[in-house]
């Protein structure tokens, strides 16, 4: 075998601490190496050049590459080898910059490190043996997770490139947060009336399954692959009967046994509902925990008025089964409850500020609601206590975010612009009153953004005070509010009638249960992981797993909705074509040699092992062996690990290949 | 030979996924650790054989470090589960059978934690430090093994070799 | 014993079963292996204190398994088995080398045998596994003749070792243990005898790669022993037929006994007692001590 | 030859001028022989039945490097490897060990010179004991030989009483070794010697090896061999602890990436996968064939090859058999 070891200098980034012609050259002496140089850039064009031609004039048989990380050019170099005509699974890459290089000062021990290092890849790619990829089947249809404006953009696009969707929203309604808003940033269009088209799309469109009020329990399989099974939870409405008139609604005896929580909890709602009157479906929903008829089996009024009998008390929780090629998680956030009853949460909560305590401190999302012309004040600005109308109100930015000590690191992105959105619509509906912003910093970066921020301040008269607040305390009616201003290096206190606190996005409480049935890694907050932060955003590091939104991290409306789309295109890129290409990293079994303990099937997360039966010349089973479906085989190895006999080789990293790598060091 | 210092050998078996990724991380962050360690990528912790170990040993390896992704955390669901407990026998067997327990060591080391994987490489080869070279496992067949001569050397040495056994047949 | 034979007859007669794996008298102390196959031959079958092999090993060897097939249907394989080996037939049964239904277990009341043939049957000569074996009565069977006698007292010298090697270093460990392996000729007799290494090629046979070196050198011995003990950690049911078959006297046991103690102490797991309970292999729990990892 | 007298204190002197002067001296330990630190440890018991293993691991060791090599880029260096040339003197050898290594010697001394025996056995001097006991598996009177064979020794002890043992001088290796300690010995006398070997109680013979010979020629293919196949589980420990059996296995056996040796290693034909070819075919398959191997090689084929039976009739093999297969019944029912 002739192999072909190339160095890169990486510029000067693996160069400055390893001495690249040094291990170029001791790399010549090597049993089976024909060929070995180092250069500036192997990445480059003329780089990549400079190896195509040594395997043609060499003929070489194998490279070795001495590079940065695989996870950044391993594919380049195989691309350039494949049109050298050497297989892409003969080419190893030694990790000479990110394990080597960045992190050592030493020129001697980084030269001899790079040295074992390179001498590792070598012997591993001695023992490599060409493999080609594995074409599976491809299901074309999407899961979208999650029925938010970034679900609802998905699912539209992948739909309207005539793809088959299906759309799971854990509310009655679809929606999101977007349907709650009152104006959206930085144009002040009702947000509403951009929405609710959208929601009725997803509703008549022939080639989306809407299912709401559902939950996804289970996902098997694996890209173009997965079995998806959902839970459909028990309505006790018969979604086709019901017409959606609302008269059950209107003559609901428990009228406000219950917060409606699309009102932020600053209404009720009576035990069979729709959460809003554009929601879609249109349709009720019976709320188990207040309806006089699962209290006593009394009431029934609902049966009475409903003249299609679509009321269905018996009904239960269904369980449906969907396969699915791809799919978009797009489960948005939530906001940081800051009331106390967190305290034994990882959150450590604003007591000081007496949310939960006092009813005119409010959040964004409840101040949305107030201002919204469909809200509980009919778009009054009256607080919560006394239906007031307050004259002073008081803004607070970071409530949480980017500050560690109460749990929350990262800025949660939208609160600079939907505060100086609030405090906008609050000026143009309340004239003679004050509005102050407690702020750490204005982050308006965006079309339009810090333009908007600007006219709140200037036009709008917002009075924006650099500082945090210390203190809320209540005093005659009066909330004092108590910070500091740290431009001019005073303490201020203002007696506010309403203060609004721009809670921090976190993501759902069930994020990581959700993300653990799925498969996909997610951070210590809770928001899913891309596959990588800057080239592969919108990808998780599962394969057929895709994410949009606020799932993902802190977002506005035009983020969500882009990240959505690209989100749809990533799948309709994986169903262009009937057949998918998988790497070719699967395990097989020697079926000679197996002794048919089964301890692989019983460790294999995929369930991708399956009982195989070996007969004789008369057709008598005289043994099982395992055998492994390449199409569901992930190449996790751990089943060669866990093989007695040794009979099961992973492809790519067999044991002979990883044996050589250990005797080379 | 000639006095150098002793750098201790430790290889460490470590997952795509997660460690493999937490260490590309320690680079691009600039972090820096000793020079020790040679990482050898598998796709799972799950997929890691405690022969790699002994082989490791074999080889002269001072120390063998194995790390993965945290519970919960598996790019596989599982593989790090079973990892878990097939390595947990593994040391208590290779303690019993008198291997410090420093020699092998394991750890969880996330993509995101550069910082833990410099820290952890840093630990790891300070404690190998401490034990020494493991030379009650890499002597234990010194008798089979003989020094190579430098090229030029051969057909002196081969001359040599002739004269010892004529003596010895005296 | 006339019983026993009677039964074995009888279910040879019938055709229940193909075979009947049992024991026969070598001499006053000592028994062997009998593949019974003709009904007359069941009159040699015994069952005392000097049966001492485990003869559920036999499942594992494909001449045995092929008994099974020799008849125009299906039949079954009947075993005379003392409880602690019933332990193995369920861990077999347990790995899929066989299934409940192909065997016929006829077991025994058993209050201990002895640790070697030729020796005298009391409390110095009894077998390691019988001073705090608990199963005097089977788990499994499907016949049982005998009844309960009380095991004679003997000390647990094997347990006190185990208990001093704890107490030594590092060092003073490691270099007992290399003296012990030092001994061994990889004969494998270990692992003939031993009814869970059933593979068809063990690892110490694979050359591509080598896994194991099979030259029996220091080096070579002490892999061979700690891979041999790690592929059985919590499988090894501690029949202890590797240490009475092992030419040089290595305590293959005291390693076996020891990691059974760590395997129960960590997860609560003994080998082979229950057909429902999941093999401590292939299982896992996501509470496992996670206390050696970083 | 010659006989002498010397007394046990004499010999265990002599022993510890051996150990002195930097030799091996093995003697019979609990498990196998083993090297002597000090002449007190050394137990002279001609009543002690054979040790599990024989001292054929000092002549044929278990395993032992034949060669080094070094793989570079366009070259491979090769480095034979050395015999360590030291004298063993082994002490109170059984009869049934002695003749081990001049059976041997055929097979490593056939078509090819192998240096690493034939350096080793010329080092080694075997004073062989008397043996007055025999338990149910000793059949060495049935393979030729007996419990006062002095054949394979250099020197051979006769106990004459607990203090003194005649000496009698079988090998001229021998006698030269034992004229350095010419001063410990007395004039013998033979009758002493003849009355003691007179009283010996020797194995029944079980066989005569001359038709069993005859036997295997006409029955390779009989049912007998069946059932033993059946029952034996293919360890092989019966080759291992054979003070006869040589086969091996060469391995190569790297220890880093281009630095290796090439083993010379025991092998058991017992094992399933000893004639396993590498097209997968296998011709002796079954333990049934393997063991009519075992049997025909020691009975019938060494005999024709080199005229000497391959076994001493220690009875190791059927003594540690884990499944007490008697090697000395089978053979004995090698008849029509």
């Known amino acids: 075998m002739k192999i072909g070891v190339f160095i890169c200098h990486c510029g000067e980034n693996i160069s400055r601490t390893v001495d690249c012609p040094r291990v170029a050259h001791f790399c010549e002496g090597l049993p089976g190496v024909e060929y070995s140089i180092d250069y500036k850039y192997m990445c480059s064009d003329p780089g990549q050049k400079m190896i195509k031609d040594a395997i043609h004039e060499h003929k070489l048989d194998a490279i070795v590459v001495g590079s940065c990380s695989p996870n950044m050019h391993e594919r380049t170099f195989r691309n350039a080898a494949v049109s050298a005509g050497i297989n892409p699974f003969l080419v190893e890459i030694a990790n000479l910059r990110e394990h080597c290089s960045w992190v050592h000062d030493d020129v001697e021990a980084a030269t001899e490190k790079a040295i074992e290092l390179v001498r590792m890849a070598i012997e591993k790619v001695k023992r490599d043996k060409p493999l080609t990829k594995i074409k599976v089947p491809v299901t074309k249809r999407v899961l979208v997770i999650g029925g938010g404006i970034a679900g609802i953009q998905a699912a539209l696009d992948v739909a309207n490139a005539g793809y088959e969707v299906v759309l799971v929203e854990r509310e009655p309604s679809i929606g999101g947060h977007m349907s709650q808003l009152s104006e959206t940033f930085p144009t002040l269009d009702c947000s509403q009336c951009i929405l609710t088209p959208r929601m009725v799309e997803v509703y008549q469109h022939p080639k989306i399954k809407l299912l709401t009020y559902s939950e996804v329990v289970k996902v098997e399989g694996f890209i173009g692959n997965f079995k998806a099974t959902i839970k459909k939870k028990a309505r006790h409405i018969n979604e086709d009967l019901c017409s959606g008139c609302g008269l059950c609604i209107t003559k609901c005896p428990t009228k406000k046994k219950a917060y409606n929580s699309f009102e932020e909890d600053l209404a009720f709602r009576p035990a069979i509902y729709v959460p809003f009157p554009q929601a879609v479906p249109n349709i009720p929903v019976i709320d188990e925990t207040v309806c006089m008829y699962y209290k006593n089996g009394k009431c029934g009024m609902c049966v009475k008025v409903c003249d299609r009998e679509a009321i269905d008390f018996e009904q239960k929780d269904t369980m449906l089964v969907a396969d699915i090629g791809a799919i978009i998680v797009a489960t948005g956030y939530k906001l940081y409850n800051i009331d106390k009853k967190t305290f034994d949460s990882k959150y450590k909560g604003y007591g000081e500020y007496g949310y939960g305590k006092y009813r005119d401190v409010i959040d964004g999302l409840q101040f949305e609601r107030i201002a919204s012309a469909s809200g509980p004040t009919a778009g009054e600005i009256k607080r919560p206590s006394d239906g007031k109308e307050p004259k002073k109100i008081v803004f607070i930015q970071c409530v949480g975010s980017r500050d560690p000590s109460k749990g929350i690191s990262y800025c949660s992105k939208i609160c600079c612009m939907y505060t100086a959105k609030h405090a906008m619509l609050y000026k143009h509906k309340v004239h003679d009153g004050e509005a102050y912003v407690f702020y750490m910093d204005i982050r308006a970066g965006g079309k339009m953004y810090d333009e908007f921020v600007r006219r709140a301040i200037e036009e709008d008269q917002v009075k924006y005070i650099r500082g945090r607040v210390s203190r809320i305390y209540e005093e005659n009616g009066k909330y004092i509010v108590k910070g500091e201003d740290t431009i001019a290096g005073v303490p201020v206190e203002i007696d506010a009638d309403l203060v609004v606190l721009a809670t921090a996005m976190i993501p759902h409480d069930n994020a990581p249960t959700l993300a653990q049935t799925i498969g996909i890694p997610y951070d210590r907050h809770g928001f899913f992981n891309e596959a990588h932060p800057k080239l592969r955003p919108v990808e998780s590091t599962t394969a057929g797993v895709f994410l949009a939104g606020a799932c993902q991290s802190p977002k506005d409306i035009p983020e969500s909705v882009s990240m959505a789309s690209a989100a749809a295109s990533k799948a309709m890129i994986l169903f262009a074509s009937d057949t998918l290409e998988r790497e070719p990293v699967v395990a097989k079994v020697n079926e000679d040699l197996c002794a048919g303990c089964f301890y692989c099937k019983k460790v294999c997360p995929f369930g991708a092992i399956e009982v195989k039966d070996i007969t004789d010349v008369n057709g008598i089973v005289y043994k099982e062996v395992a055998y492994i479906n390449q199409g569901v085989c992930q190449g996790c190895g751990t089943c060669t690990a866990t093989c007695l006999s040794k009979s099961i080789e992973l492809a790519g990293f067999n044991n002979e290949e990883i044996f050589a790598e250990i005797a080379a060091l | ?170 | 014993m006339e019983e026993l034979r009677k039964y074995a007859k009888e279910l040879l007669e019938k055709g229940e079963v193909a075979a009947v794996i049992g024991y026969q008298q070598v001499n006053e102390r000592r028994t062997k292996p009998i593949i019974v196959t003709d009904p007359a031959d069941a009159t040699k079958l015994v069952f005392n204190e000097y049966c001492l092999n485990n003869l559920s090993v036999y499942f594992t060897r494909a001449r045995i398994r092929s008994l099974m097939r020799t008849k125009d249907k299906p039949t079954k394989l009947a075993i005379t088995a003392k409880p602690c080996d019933v332990h193995s037939i369920i861990a077999l049964i347990q790995e899929n080398q066989i299934q409940r239904n192909d065997v016929h277990i006829i077991s025994f009341y058993c209050h201990g045998v002895v640790r070697d043939f030729g020796c005298e049957f009391s409390g110095d000569y009894l077998a390691s596994k019988c001073i705090t074996c608990e199963t005097h009565k089977p788990l499994y069977y499907d016949k049982i003749f005998g009844e309960d006698k009380v095991t004679p007292q003997a000390s647990d010298k094997s347990l006190a070792k185990i208990k001093e090697l704890e107490k030594m270093s590092s060092k003073e460990r490691f270099d007992y243990f290399k003296s012990e392996f030092d001994k061994c000729i990889k004969c494998y007799a270990c692992r003939a005898v031993c009814p869970l290494c059933y593979c068809q090629r063990c690892i110490t046979d694979k050359t591509i790669p080598r896994w194991i070196e099979s030259s029996s050198h220091g080096r070579g011995n002490f892999a061979w022993n700690i891979v041999r003990a790690f592929h059985l950690s919590g499988r090894c049911t501690g029949c202890g037929e590797c240490d009475r078959a092992c030419p040089m006297d290595i305590p293959l046991s005291l390693i076996n006994r020891r990691m059974a103690m760590e395997v129960k102490d960590l997860f609560s797991f003994v080998s082979g007692r229950s057909l429902e309970t999941p093999t401590l292999v292939g299982s896992f729990d996501k509470k496992d001590n996670d206390e050696i990892f970083m | 030859m010659e006989e002498k007298i010397i007394t046990k204190e004499d010999l265990l002197k002599l022993c510890d001028d051996i150990i002195a002067k930097g030799h091996t001296l093995l003697a019979p330990g609990i498990a196998e022989y083993v090297p002597v630190t000090n002449a007190s440890q050394i137990q002279l018991d001609s009543s002690a039945l054979p040790t599990k293993a024989s001292y054929k691991s000092y002549v044929f060791p278990k395993a032992e490097p034949i060669l080094y090599y070094k793989r570079s880029k366009n070259d491979v260096q090769l480095i034979d490897a050395d015999v360590d040339g030291k004298k063993i003197i082994v002490l109170g050898a059984k009869p049934c060990d002695t003749n081990s290594i001049n059976i041997m010697r055929h097979l490593f001394n056939w078509d090819y010179e192998d240096k690493f025996f034939d350096l080793r056995q010329k080092h080694f001097i075997i004073i062989g004991l008397m043996c007055n006991s025999f338990d149910d598996y000793c059949f060495c009177t049935s393979v030729g030989s007996s419990p006062v064979s002095e054949e394979g020794s250099d020197l051979f002890l006769i106990p004459l009483d607990e203090e003194t043992f005649a000496l009698r001088i079988v090998t001229e290796k021998g006698d030269e070794f034992i004229q350095q300690y010419s001063g410990f010995l007395k004039e013998g006398d033979e009758t002493r010697s003849f009355a003691v070997i007179e009283k010996v109680k020797h194995p029944e013979k079980a066989f005569d090896s001359k038709q069993v010979h005859e036997w295997l020629g006409n029955n390779f293919e009989s049912p007998k061999w069946d059932g033993i196949g059946n029952v034996c589980l293919s360890c092989a420990q019966c080759a291992f602890v054979c003070p006869v059996c040589h086969c091996f296995d060469i391995v190569d056996e790297d220890y880093s990436y281009s630095e290796g040796r090439r083993m010379k290693n025991w092998d058991g034909c017992q094992f399933g996968h000893f004639t396993l070819h590498a097209s997968g075919h296998n011709p002796r398959d079954i333990q049934s064939k393997r063991y009519r191997q075992r049997v025909n090689h020691k009975f019938r084929y060494y005999v024709d090859k080199f005229g000497q039976i391959l076994c001493t009739g220690c009875g190791r093999c059927s003594r540690g058999c884990p499944v007490s297969i008697d090697i000395k019944e089978i053979v004995a029912n090698c008849k029509d």
Not at chain 2, 37 to 53: A, E, L, N
Not at chain 2, 68 to 77: E, W
């Open chain 2, 1 to 170: 030979m000639t006095q150098q210092k002793w750098e201790p050998k430790i290889v460490a078996f470590v997952c795509n996924w997660c460690t493999y990724a937490g260490a590309d991380l320690a680079g691009t962050s600039r972090l820096k650790y000793p020079a020790n360690t040679k990482i050898i990528r598998v796709m799972c912790s799950g997929g890691i054989d405690p022969v790699f170990i002994l082989k490791a040993f074999e080889r002269g390896a001072d120390g063998v470090l194995v790390s993965g992704c945290h519970p919960n955390d598996c790019h596989y669901n599982a593989g790090n589960f079973h990892a878990r407990r097939r390595w947990d026998l593994f040391h208590k067997l290779l303690d019993f059978v008198g291997i410090e327990k420093d020699r092998l060591q394991f750890s969880w080391i996330s993509a995101s934690e550069g910082k833990k994987f410099a820290d952890v490489i840093t630990k790891v080869t300070k404690d190998i430090m401490a034990l020494g070279p493991f030379k009650a496992y890499q002597n234990m067949n010194s008798e089979f093994t003989i020094e190579f001569p430098e090229l030029e050397a051969v057909a002196l040495k081969e001359m040599l070799h002739e004269e010892e056994v004529s003596d010895g047949r005296a």
